[in-house]
Protein backbone atom coordinates (compact mmCIF):
# COMPACT_ATOMS: atom_id res chain seq x y z
CA UNK A 1 0.00 0.00 0.00
CA UNK A 2 2.39 2.54 0.99
CA UNK A 3 4.78 1.53 -2.09
CA UNK A 4 1.67 2.11 -4.20
CA UNK A 5 0.53 5.77 -2.93
CA UNK A 6 4.86 6.52 -3.04
CA UNK A 7 5.36 6.17 -7.06
CA UNK A 8 1.68 7.55 -7.81
CA UNK A 9 2.62 10.21 -5.58
CA UNK A 10 6.02 10.15 -7.86
CA UNK A 11 4.05 9.84 -10.70
CA UNK A 12 1.68 12.31 -10.98
CA UNK A 13 3.22 15.30 -8.86
CA UNK A 14 5.62 16.56 -11.88
CA UNK A 15 2.17 16.38 -13.68
CA UNK A 16 0.55 18.53 -11.44
CA UNK A 17 2.86 20.95 -10.72
CA UNK A 18 3.52 21.30 -15.10
CA UNK A 19 0.09 22.03 -15.32
CA UNK A 20 -0.34 24.35 -12.27
CA UNK A 21 2.24 26.46 -13.88
CA UNK A 22 0.91 25.98 -17.82
CA UNK A 23 -2.70 27.19 -16.45
CA UNK A 24 -5.01 28.08 -19.21
CA UNK A 25 -7.34 25.46 -20.58
CA UNK A 26 -4.42 22.19 -19.33
CA UNK A 27 -4.80 23.49 -15.36
CA UNK A 28 -8.83 23.47 -15.72
CA UNK A 29 -8.96 20.04 -17.32
CA UNK A 30 -6.93 18.38 -14.51
CA UNK A 31 -9.17 20.64 -11.82
CA UNK A 32 -12.72 19.88 -13.80
CA UNK A 33 -11.65 15.88 -14.23
CA UNK A 34 -10.75 15.45 -10.35
CA UNK A 35 -13.87 17.74 -9.46
CA UNK A 36 -16.42 15.58 -11.79
CA UNK A 37 -15.16 12.65 -10.61
CA UNK A 38 -15.42 13.60 -6.77
CA UNK A 39 -18.91 14.53 -7.28
CA UNK A 40 -19.50 11.00 -9.36
CA UNK A 41 -18.26 9.82 -6.15
CA UNK A 42 -19.98 11.53 -3.58
CA UNK A 43 -23.54 10.56 -5.44
CA UNK A 44 -22.20 7.07 -5.76
CA UNK A 45 -21.77 6.76 -2.07
CA UNK A 46 -25.12 7.58 -0.79
CA UNK A 47 -26.75 5.11 -4.00
CA UNK A 48 -25.04 2.73 -1.43
CA UNK A 49 -27.39 3.36 1.00
CA UNK A 50 -30.35 3.42 -1.34
CA UNK A 51 -30.71 7.00 -1.80
CA UNK A 52 -31.10 8.07 -5.59
CA UNK A 53 -29.08 11.44 -6.22
CA UNK A 54 -28.61 11.05 -10.51
CA UNK A 55 -24.93 10.50 -10.78
CA UNK A 56 -24.44 12.16 -14.37
CA UNK A 57 -26.47 15.34 -13.12
CA UNK A 58 -24.60 15.90 -9.86
CA UNK A 59 -20.80 15.73 -12.04
CA UNK A 60 -22.61 17.61 -14.78
CA UNK A 61 -23.96 20.27 -12.17
CA UNK A 62 -20.21 20.35 -10.78
CA UNK A 63 -18.71 20.56 -13.64
CA UNK A 64 -20.92 23.62 -14.90
CA UNK A 65 -20.00 25.49 -11.71
CA UNK A 66 -16.21 24.89 -12.60
CA UNK A 67 -16.31 25.80 -16.58
CA UNK A 68 -18.16 28.57 -15.76
CA UNK A 69 -16.31 30.18 -12.80
CA UNK A 70 -12.76 29.61 -15.01
CA UNK A 71 -14.61 31.53 -18.02
CA UNK A 72 -16.75 34.20 -16.70
CA UNK A 73 -15.31 34.17 -13.10
CA UNK A 74 -18.31 34.84 -10.36
CA UNK A 75 -20.47 36.66 -13.14
CA UNK A 76 -22.97 33.58 -13.55
CA UNK A 77 -22.95 31.86 -10.27
CA UNK A 78 -26.14 32.94 -9.03
CA UNK A 79 -28.01 32.29 -11.96
CA UNK A 80 -26.28 29.11 -12.40
CA UNK A 81 -26.89 27.78 -9.06
CA UNK A 82 -30.65 29.14 -9.36
CA UNK A 83 -31.13 27.11 -12.98
CA UNK A 84 -29.54 24.03 -11.03
CA UNK A 85 -31.63 24.13 -8.37
CA UNK A 86 -34.76 24.10 -10.48
CA UNK A 87 -33.60 21.71 -12.79
CA UNK A 88 -32.59 19.29 -10.08
CA UNK A 89 -35.72 19.53 -7.91
CA UNK A 90 -37.61 18.77 -11.42
CA UNK A 91 -35.18 16.01 -12.02
CA UNK A 92 -36.59 14.31 -8.47
CA UNK A 93 -39.93 14.90 -8.70
CA UNK A 94 -40.04 13.07 -12.48
CA UNK A 95 -37.89 9.99 -10.23
CA UNK A 96 -40.79 10.41 -7.49
CA UNK A 97 -43.29 10.16 -9.95
CA UNK A 98 -41.78 6.86 -11.63
CA UNK A 99 -41.57 5.32 -7.91
CA UNK A 100 -39.22 6.76 -5.84
CA UNK A 101 -39.60 6.58 -2.43
CA UNK A 102 -37.75 9.59 -1.03
CA UNK A 103 -37.28 11.80 -3.68
CA UNK A 104 -37.04 15.09 -1.04
CA UNK A 105 -34.33 13.62 0.37
CA UNK A 106 -32.48 12.56 -3.07
CA UNK A 107 -32.49 16.25 -4.04
CA UNK A 108 -30.40 17.40 -1.20
CA UNK A 109 -28.15 14.67 -1.92
CA UNK A 110 -27.63 16.02 -5.58
CA UNK A 111 -27.80 19.85 -4.63
CA UNK A 112 -25.12 19.94 -1.80
CA UNK A 113 -23.12 17.57 -4.19
CA UNK A 114 -23.06 19.79 -6.78
CA UNK A 115 -22.49 22.79 -4.29
CA UNK A 116 -19.83 21.34 -1.96
CA UNK A 117 -17.88 19.88 -4.80
CA UNK A 118 -18.43 22.25 -7.59
CA UNK A 119 -19.15 25.72 -6.36
CA UNK A 120 -16.38 25.74 -3.62
CA UNK A 121 -14.19 23.79 -5.88
CA UNK A 122 -14.69 26.08 -8.11
CA UNK A 123 -12.23 28.14 -5.83
CA UNK A 124 -8.89 26.08 -7.08
CA UNK A 125 -10.11 27.91 -10.27
CA UNK A 126 -10.58 31.55 -8.97
CA UNK A 127 -6.99 30.89 -6.92
CA UNK A 128 -4.79 29.88 -9.87
CA UNK A 129 -6.39 33.02 -12.44
CA UNK A 130 -4.93 35.70 -9.71
CA UNK A 131 -1.91 37.39 -10.26
CA UNK A 132 0.73 35.02 -9.42
CA UNK A 133 -2.20 32.38 -8.65
CA UNK A 134 0.13 29.30 -9.75
CA UNK A 135 3.17 30.19 -6.57
CA UNK A 136 -0.35 30.60 -4.17
CA UNK A 137 -1.53 27.47 -5.08
CA UNK A 138 1.65 25.94 -4.80
CA UNK A 139 2.03 26.95 -1.26
CA UNK A 140 -1.65 25.92 -0.20
CA UNK A 141 -1.34 22.76 -1.66
CA UNK A 142 1.42 21.95 -0.20
CA UNK A 143 0.72 23.33 3.14
CA UNK A 144 -1.97 20.33 3.46
CA UNK A 145 0.64 18.09 2.79
CA UNK A 146 2.95 19.39 5.13
CA UNK A 147 0.34 19.51 8.06
CA UNK A 148 -1.13 16.09 7.09
CA UNK A 149 2.69 14.55 7.77
CA UNK A 150 2.81 15.98 10.84
CA UNK A 151 -0.12 15.21 12.30
CA UNK A 152 0.11 11.94 11.28
CA UNK A 153 4.06 11.34 12.51
CA UNK A 154 3.29 13.09 15.84
CA UNK A 155 0.06 11.04 16.57
CA UNK A 156 1.64 8.27 16.32
CA UNK A 157 4.28 9.16 18.35
CA UNK A 158 2.16 11.06 21.25
CA UNK A 159 -1.36 10.88 20.36
CA UNK A 160 -3.93 10.47 23.27
CA UNK A 161 -6.64 12.27 23.31
CA UNK A 162 -8.92 11.56 19.87
CA UNK A 163 -9.61 14.32 18.07
CA UNK A 164 -13.09 13.22 16.80
CA UNK A 165 -13.49 9.39 17.30
CA UNK A 166 -16.79 8.71 15.27
CA UNK A 167 -15.87 10.25 12.30
CA UNK A 168 -12.04 9.43 12.58
CA UNK A 169 -11.15 7.11 15.35
CA UNK A 170 -7.17 7.74 14.56
CA UNK A 171 -7.19 11.31 14.60
CA UNK A 172 -5.99 12.75 17.93
CA UNK A 173 -5.57 16.24 19.34
CA UNK A 174 -1.89 15.93 19.52
CA UNK A 175 -1.45 15.12 15.82
CA UNK A 176 -4.25 18.14 14.93
CA UNK A 177 -2.07 20.83 16.45
CA UNK A 178 1.75 18.90 15.76
CA UNK A 179 -0.14 19.56 11.92
CA UNK A 180 -1.07 23.02 12.76
CA UNK A 181 2.61 23.99 13.49
CA UNK A 182 4.28 22.22 10.99
CA UNK A 183 1.69 23.70 8.38
CA UNK A 184 2.52 26.68 9.52
CA UNK A 185 5.90 26.83 9.86
CA UNK A 186 6.10 25.08 6.01
CA UNK A 187 3.87 28.19 4.90
CA UNK A 188 6.59 30.17 6.13
CA UNK A 189 9.19 28.44 4.30
CA UNK A 190 7.60 28.28 1.19
CA UNK A 191 6.63 32.10 1.19
CA UNK A 192 10.21 32.62 2.15
CA UNK A 193 11.43 30.21 -0.99
CA UNK A 194 9.19 31.06 -3.76
CA UNK A 195 9.97 35.05 -4.81
CA UNK A 196 13.31 34.12 -5.63
CA UNK A 197 12.48 30.96 -7.15
CA UNK A 198 9.96 33.17 -9.67
CA UNK A 199 12.95 35.45 -10.47
CA UNK A 200 9.99 38.26 -8.91
CA UNK A 201 8.54 39.94 -5.77
CA UNK A 202 5.25 37.92 -5.81
CA UNK A 203 2.46 40.64 -4.42
CA UNK A 204 2.01 39.57 -0.80
CA UNK A 205 3.98 36.74 -0.24
CA UNK A 206 6.06 37.20 2.92
CA UNK A 207 6.99 34.77 5.43
CA UNK A 208 4.65 36.22 7.91
CA UNK A 209 1.51 36.35 5.39
CA UNK A 210 2.79 32.37 4.29
CA UNK A 211 2.71 31.63 8.08
CA UNK A 212 -0.51 33.26 8.40
CA UNK A 213 -2.14 31.37 5.41
CA UNK A 214 -0.27 27.74 6.69
CA UNK A 215 -1.84 28.44 10.19
CA UNK A 216 -5.36 29.01 8.41
CA UNK A 217 -5.13 25.87 6.15
CA UNK A 218 -3.80 23.60 8.57
CA UNK A 219 -6.67 24.64 10.85
CA UNK A 220 -9.43 24.47 9.17
CA UNK A 221 -8.51 22.13 6.01
CA UNK A 222 -8.28 18.73 8.08
CA UNK A 223 -12.33 19.78 8.50
CA UNK A 224 -12.63 18.76 4.84
CA UNK A 225 -11.05 15.38 5.30
CA UNK A 226 -13.23 14.59 8.24
CA UNK A 227 -16.74 16.01 6.20
CA UNK A 228 -15.56 13.02 3.41
CA UNK A 229 -14.80 10.61 6.78
CA UNK A 230 -18.79 11.61 7.66
CA UNK A 231 -19.83 10.71 4.22
CA UNK A 232 -17.73 7.23 4.20
CA UNK A 233 -18.74 6.44 7.61
CA UNK A 234 -22.87 6.62 6.89
CA UNK A 235 -22.41 4.89 3.29
CA UNK A 236 -20.02 2.39 5.44
CA UNK A 237 -17.16 2.51 2.45
CA UNK A 238 -13.02 3.12 3.17
CA UNK A 239 -12.09 5.09 0.77
CA UNK A 240 -14.78 7.24 -1.54
CA UNK A 241 -13.80 5.27 -5.15
CA UNK A 242 -10.79 3.42 -6.55
CA UNK A 243 -9.10 6.00 -9.37
CA UNK A 244 -5.77 6.34 -7.24
CA UNK A 245 -4.17 2.53 -6.55
CA UNK A 246 -3.25 3.44 -2.87
CA UNK A 247 -5.06 6.98 -2.39
CA UNK A 248 -8.33 5.48 -3.07
CA UNK A 249 -10.88 7.95 -4.82
CA UNK A 250 -11.07 11.52 -6.23
CA UNK A 251 -13.05 13.06 -3.29
CA UNK A 252 -10.14 11.02 -1.07
CA UNK A 253 -7.81 13.46 -2.87
CA UNK A 254 -9.39 16.94 -3.15
CA UNK A 255 -11.44 16.92 0.24
CA UNK A 256 -9.14 19.27 1.69
CA UNK A 257 -8.55 20.91 -1.30
CA UNK A 258 -12.15 22.09 -1.21
CA UNK A 259 -11.43 24.21 1.83
CA UNK A 260 -7.75 25.06 1.30
CA UNK A 261 -8.53 26.34 -2.01
CA UNK A 262 -11.52 28.62 -0.64
CA UNK A 263 -9.48 30.12 2.19
CA UNK A 264 -6.10 30.72 0.00
CA UNK A 265 -8.23 32.47 -2.21
CA UNK A 266 -9.78 35.15 0.00
CA UNK A 267 -6.51 35.49 1.96
CA UNK A 268 -4.48 36.42 -1.47
CA UNK A 269 -7.73 38.79 -2.00
CA UNK A 270 -7.03 40.49 1.00
CA UNK A 271 -3.31 40.68 1.39
CA UNK A 272 -2.75 41.87 -2.17
Given at each position: M ?7 A??L ?22 M???AG????M????N ?10 GA??L ?13 H ?27 F ?6 M ?5 I ?7 R ?9 L ?25 S??L ?20 A ?23 L ?25 K ?13 D???S ?16
Amino acid sequence: MLKQRVLVAVILLPIGIALIFAGGLAYLVMVAFFMAVAAGEYAQMFAALNRRPHRLLVAGGALTLLLSRYFWGFHYDVHLIAALILLTVVYHMADYARGAPESGTDFAISLSGMLYIGFIGAYMISLRQLVDGAWWLLLALPVIWIADSGAYFAGRAWGKHKLSPRLSPKKTWEGYLAGVAAGTLGGAALAAAFPPLAGHEVAGMTPVNGALLGFLISTFAPLGDLAESMFKRQAGVKDSGHLLPGHGGAFDRVDSWLWAGLIAYYFVTIVT
